[in-house]
T-cell receptor, first 113, second 113 residues
Framework: DQQVKQNSPSLSVQEGRISILNCDYTNSMFDYFLWYKKYPAEGPTFLISISSIKDKNEDGRFTVFLNKSAKHLSLHIVPSQPGDSAVYFCAASPNFGNEKLTFGTGTRLTIIP | DVKVTQSSRYLVKRTGEKVFLECVQDMDHENMFWYRQDPGLGLRLIYF???????EKGDIPEGYSVSREKKERFSLILESASTNQTSMYLCASRRTPPNYGYTFGSGTRLTVV
């Protein structure tokens, strides 16, 4: 039972354009969401997060949008740069106790120069 | 800068061998996690630990065990390695919530032949 889904395994975007990565979740107990970026042969690194009390969080070129009613979040990268080429994982957690993160299956983003 | 260190980047082991993957963090984090990453399957949780000598099964614990004798060290043990355990193994740590982000190690690429 995949509680966090990234339905696009891969995405190619022209350099300078906007990249939009999508993530859906099914568990209504999730109320904290994160995006991680992973290069080959390296561990994932934290990118940006959002709490369910917000619908948008921005950090430089990265913006995460949360639509709680649709159980959907998206990561926008603008403008896209070649160094953004990586696998992106979304992750979710309930906002209580000591709950672990549940990760999606990842989307491989390729930025075309 | 905070760090999670995995002792080996690449390992090749034979079927049936007992394999130890070591992970050390220098952040005094209470929580530590072992994931494996496989194409199309994302990050799947094997085991985690909330404190010294405590351990909890994740989503795919079969064929694995763990040890946490000291707060900074969390070891993953493959009791009898099999070819289907060929994977990228990722260790992570986290402070007790409300900080929910993980810090990951660089990963160990294990090949079982």
């Amino acid at each position: 039972d995949q509680q966090v889904k990234q339905n696009s395994p891969s995405l190619s975007v022209q350099e300078g354009r906007i990249s939009i990565l999508n993530c859906d979740y099914t568990n209504s107990m999730f109320d904290y969401f994160l995006w991680y970026k992973k290069y080959p042969a390296e561990g994932p690194t934290f990118l940006i997060s959002i709490s369910s009390i917000k619908d948008k969080n921005e950090d430089g070129r990265f913006t995460v949008f949360l639509n709680k009613s649709a159980k959907h979040l998206s990561l926008h990268i603008v403008p896209s740069q070649p160094g953004d080429s990586a696998v992106y994982f979304c992750a979710a957690s309930p906002n209580f106790g000591n709950e672990k993160l549940t990760f999606g299956t990842g989307t491989r983003l390729t930025i075309i120069p | 800068d905070v760090k999670v260190t995995q002792s080996s980047r690449y390992l090749v082991k034979r079927t049936g061998e007992k394999v130890f993957l070591e992970c050390v963090q220098d952040m005094d984090h209470e929580n530590m996690f072992w994931y494996r990453q496989d194409p199309g399957l994302g990050l799947r949780l094997i085991y985690f630990s909330y404190d010294v000598k405590m351990k909890e099964k994740g989503d795919i614990p079969e064929g694995y065990s763990v040890s946490r004798e000291k707060k900074e060290r969390f070891s993953l043990i493959l009791e009898s390695a099999s070819t289907n355990q060929t994977s990228m193994y990722l260790c992570a740590s986290r402070r007790t919530p409300p900080n929910y982000g993980y810090t990951f190690g660089s990963g160990t690429r294990l090949t079982v032949v």
